[in-house]
């Protein structure tokens, strides 16, 4: 079974474009809950399908991304000279881990103008001018979607897009023995049950830096929040 966590870091998201930097002046902010769902072809026993509900909170400087119920959640910033940091935050402990490009690298994280669009779009524009587009008068909301489809990295994909928003409503990865279904259940514009983390809640946290970890991992004191780090880029080699 494809593993579901790993969408939450973008390792199944499709590989984005070099204007991504360019286009997130012009994103529209974005609250929004997400379904994505894993199941054995041919996919006919609901029993039998993995589902996991997430949210992404987006602007032009930011991406969150944050599991349904849970206390984590993970926060990639953005600096004006269009560098990249990320965060691995603890919500319920008031913690921060931080990683540098350095440490992102070394654990196969892109930190580059490709894994920005990747985050803040799911699907890249030059991903989707590779496929075929093909009417549909289909619409969410009062947006018209536009619908994609052909082979990704070997990958038979089908999206219906959200040009106005530069989001899919649906993404399908079929591969040969499995399928992934990415859906966006709702966007809010206000009155939502969960908000972005803000620069300004993040300077209250305790920031720990990632390099730092192997020092105090057998501290008493830090192994207990260490083990609430489920998903957190390699500290589950420290914990184990």
Same mark, same amino acid.
């Given at each position: 079974?494809?593993? /579901?966590?790993?969408?939450?870091? =973008?390792? /199944? !998201?499709? /590989?984005?474009s070099n204007l991504a !930097?360019?286009?997130?002046? %012009?994103?529209?902010?974005?609250?929004?809950? !997400?379904?994505?769902?894993?199941?054995?072809?041919?996919?006919?026993?609901?029993?039998?399908? /993995?589902?996991?509900?997430? $949210? &992404?909170?987006?602007?032009?400087?930011?991406?969150?991304?944050?599991k349904d119920n849970s #206390? #984590?959640?993970? &926060? $990639?910033?953005?600096?004006?000279?269009?560098?990249?940091?990320? !965060?691995?935050?603890?919500?319920?402990?008031?913690?921060?881990?931080?990683?540098?490009?350095?440490?992102? %690298?070394?654990? =196969?994280?892109?930190?580059?103008?490709?894994?920005?669009?990747?985050?803040?779009?799911?699907?890249?524009? *030059?991903?989707?001018?590779?496929?075929?587009?093909?009417?549909?008068?289909?619409?969410?909301? @009062?947006?018209?979607?536009?619908?994609?489809?052909?082979?990704?990295?070997?990958?038979?994909?089908?999206?219906?897009?959200?040009?106005? &928003?530069?989001?899919?409503?649906?993404?399908?990865? @079929?591969?040969?023995?499995?399928?992934?279904?990415?859906?966006?259940?709702?966007?809010?514009?206000? %009155?939502?049950?969960?908000?972005?983390?803000?620069?300004? %809640?993040?300077?209250?946290?305790?920031?720990?830096?990632?390099? *730092?970890?192997?020092?105090?991992?057998?501290?008493?004191?830090?192994?207990?929040?260490?083990?609430? @780090?489920?998903?957190?880029?390699?500290?589950?080699?420290?914990?184990?």
């Amino acid at each position: 079974m494809l593993r /579901v966590s790993n969408l939450l870091l =973008g390792a /199944v !998201f499709l /590989v984005g474009s070099n204007l991504a !930097f360019a286009e997130a002046e %012009n994103l529209t902010p974005l609250n929004a809950k !997400f379904e994505t769902t894993t199941c054995d072809l041919p996919c006919d026993h609901l029993a039998e399908q /993995v589902k996991v509900q997430w $949210w &992404l909170f987006r602007n032009h400087q930011q991406i969150e991304t944050r599991k349904d119920n849970s #206390n #984590n959640s993970q &926060l $990639w910033l953005k600096s004006a000279d269009n560098k990249l940091n990320y !965060f691995y935050l603890l919500h319920d402990e008031k913690r921060a881990i931080e990683y540098t490009a350095v440490d992102l %690298n070394m654990l =196969g994280i892109a930190t580059n103008q490709r894994r920005w669009q990747t985050l803040t779009s799911l699907v890249a524009q *030059d991903d989707l001018a590779k496929m075929k587009k093909t009417h549909t008068n289909q619409v969410y909301e @009062t947006y018209q979607l536009e619908h994609y489809s052909g082979l990704l990295n070997g990958i038979q994909t089908q999206v219906l897009w959200i040009a106005e &928003l530069q989001i899919p409503l649906q993404i399908t990865y @079929t591969y040969p023995k499995q399928q992934m279904t990415v859906d966006l259940i709702k966007r809010y514009s206000n %009155n939502s049950p969960l908000l972005a983390t803000t620069q300004q %809640n993040l300077m209250t946290y305790q920031q720990v830096d990632y390099a *730092d970890i192997g020092d105090i991992e057998h501290s008493t004191t830090s192994s207990k929040w260490l083990d609430k @780090t489920e998903g957190a880029p390699g500290i589950h080699s420290h914990n184990h």
